[in-house]
């Protein structure tokens, strides 16, 4: 067991609260909110920086600033702690070059969005000689460098500013700052911070509703913060292991709900060739599956076919499309091994009724591997599909980083440009090195439309080590899943990283390694999700004499409507601070505000519709919403209605007292 289940306190929460150039110095910028791949929550709105220790305050036993790397004339670029050189916090970076040698220190390397801009500022104070410049770079998948923005400030003996901004080029996956000291001279830096441009904000809802999973139609906000409500789950699994041909069974696969009946794809590996395969099983009720034998055309040794569930040799994810050709209404991609950049890759099939398929392309439609996920779009009509792929990022030298990448399509065989969509980060290595790991990488992320969103899981490895299993060579350590969330599928938000599916406890059959179906099943009142787990971590199998027998199954995981992720108020009357969260401005042509909510003993959740200008609108302050409710609608203290004000720009504040709020809309 590599990670003990942690137990959710009562009001636990996370609080929100192209070419190189030259640029001249300018005033002081605010940091611009940022959107794409973001840190973890640190208020709301975020401020948007990026950048990890970015004041320089925290360094290694060298005094070179962790998270960023020190090339060249290593000691010529350490932290130091001089009240005459900070502006806030505890240290600077000071660059101390003498003739004859150069130092670059340079950030981690940050998921970047192909066309967004961003703008890196930073406070400069020099001592002597010529100070370091400044630049970010920007670079795609194989880290080529697509272009550098740069500034080289004039010396000044009294702090200034210098500011950066730059559009990251198509094909962008990453971002680099950089600070490089080229000739005789000593300065110091504090308070970079490196940001991108808000993203173009639509005030108009439609019917859909409206989560907490990131900030874009946030204003601001006071004591409430996020709340990760992990899944409830069975003690047993509903798929194990018992045929032949299942060494073992766990779920990289799909689940969908047809004609009442739920249907399974899943995973088993056994002895033969290629080691893993795609079964079938199906439920009426979703707890209790059969198995039946004969559906498809794969058998196991001298087993034939028709006393077989499997379905296709080898692996992969099934997207729905009842809509699509009645031959094309699965579609399926699997991964094949083959040559880099030629064959090895991503391959499509198809299928009438999901047991007999056909193989839609002979190449690959999309390059890399090993594990992809697929969905339907029905809003958008398009298919989604997210694949790993693996960059030379890691902290480790030669070896890769895995990161999930996000392609689209109309017909699921001609597919977008994957572009870098989710990346372990500075946060995610922090997790890993809290188990006395090394590094977080992302092993995979189905995508689900849901609602106003699409809600990623990224399946998050923290690595602790390459020596522990029978896979050892690839990273033992737990994998555990995550929210994430995106408007487009390409600026994605990762505020809070607690797993919204938590390892068993120590012994359980899902204490290890956890992976999820690439698709939920969501009602009235529930989100469904099926998940495969192992009882150890990624490294698979223990080598040590005694140890447990590798084994696993699929489990299924269950949450509340809209209900991964609440902004949450503890306080009660009397004792703690009351929450408060206002949108930005909305437009909407409903008559009725609605909210899933659950209001605590000694709770409220109020609401009051406030004008552009963010004046009370009389008339429209809420009777308290009370008790646990899936779908509340809001009624006004003065018996109006949403309807007068369709068309209108309007905000809506919410008081929280002792509430978890998930997600409201109008309709």
Same mark, same amino acid.
């Given at each position: 067991m590599l990670l003990r289940k942690r137990r959710r306190a009562t009001g636990r929460h996370v609080r929100v609260c192209a070419m190189a150039g030259l640029m001249g110095l300018v005033m002081v910028v605010t940091p611009i909110a940022a959107s794409g791949q973001t840190p973890v929550d640190t208020g709301v709105p975020q401020d948007g920086n990026l950048l990890p220790n970015s004041g320089f305050d925290v360094g290694d036993r060298a005094g070179h600033p962790i998270g960023w790397t020190v090339e060249g004339n290593e000691i010529a670029a350490t932290i130091v702690n001089l009240s005459a050189y900070r502006t806030a916090g505890l240290g600077s970076l000071e660059v101390n070059v003498t003739a004859g040698s150069t130092v670059t220190v340079s950030s981690d390397r940050i998921v970047a969005t192909p066309g967004a801009e961003y703008t890196l500022t930073a406070r400069v104070k020099g001592r002597s000689g010529t100070p370091a410049a400044l630049a970010m770079t920007f670079t795609d998948f194989n880290r080529v460098e697509l272009g550098t923005k740069a500034a080289d400030p004039e010396f000044s003996a009294d702090w200034q500013t210098v500011t950066i901004t730059g559009t990251a080029p198509a094909g962008t996956a990453q971002v680099t700052v950089r600070i490089t000291g080229t000739e005789p001279g000593s300065s110091y830096w504090d308070q970079l911070s490196l940001t991108k441009g808000e993203p173009a904000y639509d005030p108009h809802l439609d019917t859909a509703r409206e989560l907490f999973l990131d900030d874009y139609r946030i204003e601001s906000s006071k004591d409430v913060g =996020? @709340?990760?409500?992990? *899944? =409830?789950? !069975?003690?047993?699994? @509903?798929?194990r292991s018992t045929y032949p041909w299942e060494r073992n069974t766990y779920i990289y696969g799909s689940v969908f709900k047809i004609g009442g009946m739920y249907r399974m794809w899943y995973n088993c590996n056994n002895d033969v060739a290629p080691g893993y395969y795609l079964c079938y099983a199906e439920s009426k009720d979703g707890k209790h599956w059969t198995k039946p034998l004969g559906r498809g055309t794969v058998g196991y040794k001298d087993i034939p076919a028709s006393k077989t569930n499997i379905i296709i040799a080898g692996g992969g994810t099934i997207a729905y499309n009842p809509d699509a050709p009645p031959d094309r209404r699965y579609a399926l991609m699997q991964f094949h091994s083959g040559v880099v950049n030629e064959t090895l890759?991503?391959?499509v099939y198809f299928s009438p009724d999901g047991y007999h398929w056909t193989e839609g392309s002979t190449k690959p439609v999309l390059l890399d591997g090993d594990v992809s996920q697929v969905a339907w779009?029905?809003? =958008?009509?398009l298919y989604i599909a997210t694949i790993k792929k693996r960059m030379f990022t890691s902290r480790t030298p030669g070896i890769y980083d895995r990161s999930a990448f996000v392609s689209t399509s109309k017909d699921f065989l001609n597919w977008s440009t994957p572009v870098l969509g989710v990346s372990g980060d500075y946060a995610d290595d922090g997790a890993a090195e809290a188990l006395n790991g090394l590094e977080g990488q992302i092993y995979g992320m189905p995508v689900l439309?849901?609602?106003?969103?699409? @809600?990623?899981?990224?399946w998050v490895l923290l690595i602790t080590?390459?020596?522990? %299993?029978?896979?050892?060579? *690839?990273?033992?350590?737990?994998? !555990?899943?995550? @929210? *994430?969330?995106s408007r487009d599928l390409v600026d994605w938000s990762r505020p809070v990283r607690d797993p919204i599916i938590e390892p068993g406890m120590p012994g359980a059959w899902d204490d290890g390694a956890l992976y999820t179906a690439s698709n939920a099943l969501v009602d009235d009142k529930t989100i469904t999700m099926y998940y495969g787990a192992f009882n150890a971590g990624h490294g698979g199998q223990l080598t040590t004499p005694g140890s447990p027998a590798y084994t696993s199954g699929v489990g299924m995981a269950t949450w509340r409507r809209d209900g991964f992720v609440s902004m949450t108020n503890a306080s009660v009357p009397g004792l %703690?601070?009351?929450?408060?969260l206002t949108t930005k401005p909305l437009v909407f042509d409903g008559k009725d505000l609605h909210v899933n909510a659950v209001v605590r003993a000694k709770g409220s959740l109020t609401v009051e519709v406030l004008d552009a200008a963010g004046n009370p609108i009389p008339g429209y302050q809420a009777i308290p919403v009370t008790g646990d409710r899936l779908d509340a609608t809001v009624r006004w203290k003065g018996g109006k209605s949403l309807a007068d004000l369709a068309g209108r720009t309007v905000k809506l504040r919410f008081s929280l007292i002792n509430t978890d709020l998930y997600s409201y809309w109008v309709k």
């Open positions: =996020r @709340v990760v409500h992990p *899944a =409830r789950t !069975l003690p047993e699994p @509903v798929i890759g991503y391959y779009d029905p809003k =958008r009509q439309p849901y609602e106003s969103t699409y @809600v990623g899981i990224p080590n390459y020596t522990h %299993g029978s896979q050892s060579s *690839a990273g033992d350590g737990p994998v !555990l899943p995550q @929210v *994430a969330s %703690g601070d009351p929450g408060e």
